[in-house]
């Protein structure tokens, strides 16, 4: 990206909020737009500085962090990245069904969350390894889990949107899904957007876990 990623950081403990705008202020291409220290601020900043990224935290005061990022995505007001601790609670699979755009670990080393940042801004999801293990076998335990999509939904697609389901559903970014597909990573983009509306899915990260459940 040749612009600037502007984020705004939701948590409410100031000393780690502290040492999250430390770390992204250190990138250049990094600016922290703004700092909110529970939920409902967070959806306001959101609305009023219409920042790129949400960094959010999960647990917090007068509003969580599962509704603020409900609030924010439906409104599209920006993506949303989660902070989590490793022990994976129904907080994660709350910001999932509610458009999280991807999950991060807490002691996540810096270069990473950077990384992960810079990738949610060019609209492709993540989840930490440790996360992701968890994450799609306890999604994909009960019905009360479950993405809420029919198997029979995937006849809308069509074969390269199929594809390219397969290949987020292993993780591949666009630009690896464009070089395994021969196809040029705007076309991959198109594709992407098509088939998550088509699936009625609100992020890539669902998508990739409903290619899993399917075992496409």
Known sequence: MNRTIRVLVA???????????????SAP????????????RAVELARELRP???????????????????????????????LTTFDLDEYVFGALRAGAAGFLLKNTEAKDLL??????ARGEGIVAPAVTRRLLAEFAAGP??????????????????????????????????????EMAEGTVKTHV??????????????AAVLAQELGI
Do not use: F, H
């Not at 948590?11 to 202020?25: C, F, H, N, P, Y």
């Not at 291409?29 to 409902?40: K, L, M, P, R």
């Open 11 to 25: 948590e409410d403990q100031s000393a780690v909020r502290a040492g999250l705008v430390l770390i992204l202020g």
């Open 29 to 40: 291409d990094i600016e922290v737009a703004g700092e909110a220290a529970d939920g409902e």
């Open 52 to 82: 790129d990224v949400v960094l959010m935290d999960v647990q917090m005061p007068r509003l969580d962090g599962v509704s603020a990022t409900r609030a924010i995505t439906a409104d599209g007001l920006a993506d949303v990245l989660v």
């Open 115 to 120: 990384e992960a940042v810079r990738t949610v």
């Open 144 to 181: 009360g889990r479950r993405t809420g999509a029919d198997p029979a939904v995937l006849g809308a697609l069509t074969r390269r949107e199929r594809e390219v389901l397969s290949c987020i559903g292993e993780g591949l970014s666009n630009a690896e899904i464009a070089g395994r597909l």
């Open 193 to 206: 957007s098509r088939l998550l509306a088509k699936l009625e899915l609100r992020s890539r990260v669902q």
